[in-house]
């Protein structure tokens, strides 16, 4: 693949790095914030920005079987994240290679649109299943969470930033 100007080559990201990021996101969903609708999903901002820059690793398995965690968790509707997560990493894949060649500033506005898709998409399966209409401040997570966009990236690709180890042997 041919990178774009002035961005540097970043060593392979852990494994281990991937699943205790996810594993964060997961708890911070977890905890008991009150049933604020504007809150980000941090978990959906990591799933998204691991499908978008590691879419050998994380696909639409994982984000399923991190949406039903989420399911059974806040005893919502079984499914109803799992369908949302899965949309959300089918979408970025789509968009993953044409995503990269932009900044972050513009990814982050050209996440937007999932973000919202897929927060559109759990509002309706939440209505169906009977529940209330949160209001317009239901608008607030997908653009919290596209502003979370810049530091995650900044964040999470860190570890890959590292100055590779030197050798004598080589110029580089």
Do not use: K
């Amino acid at each position: 693949m041919i990178m774009p100007r002035g961005q540097p080559l970043l060593l392979p990201v852990n494994p281990v790095f991937i699943a205790v990021t996810l594993v964060l996101g997961l708890a911070f969903n977890m905890l008991p914030l009150g049933a604020q609708v504007w809150i980000p999903d941090v978990l959906m901002v990591l799933l998204l920005f691991w499908c978008v820059h590691q879419p050998l690793r994380m696909g639409m398995g994982v984000a399923f079987v991190l949406g039903l965690c989420c399911d059974v968790y806040q005893s919502a509707w079984l499914g109803q994240h799992a369908l949302a997560y899965t949309v959300l990493a089918y979408g970025a894949g789509a968009m993953q290679r044409r995503l990269l060649w932009f900044s972050v500033g513009s990814q982050a506005l050209q996440i937007l649109p999932l973000l919202l898709l897929v927060h559109t998409l759990q509002l309706a399966l939440r209505m169906l299943a009977g529940g209330i209409f949160p209001g317009l401040m239901g608008l607030a997570a997908p653009l919290l969470e596209a502003a979370l966009w810049p530091l995650a990236s900044w964040v999470l690709l860190a570890p890959q930033r590292r100055p590779p180890d030197r050798d004598q042997s080589r110029p580089l």
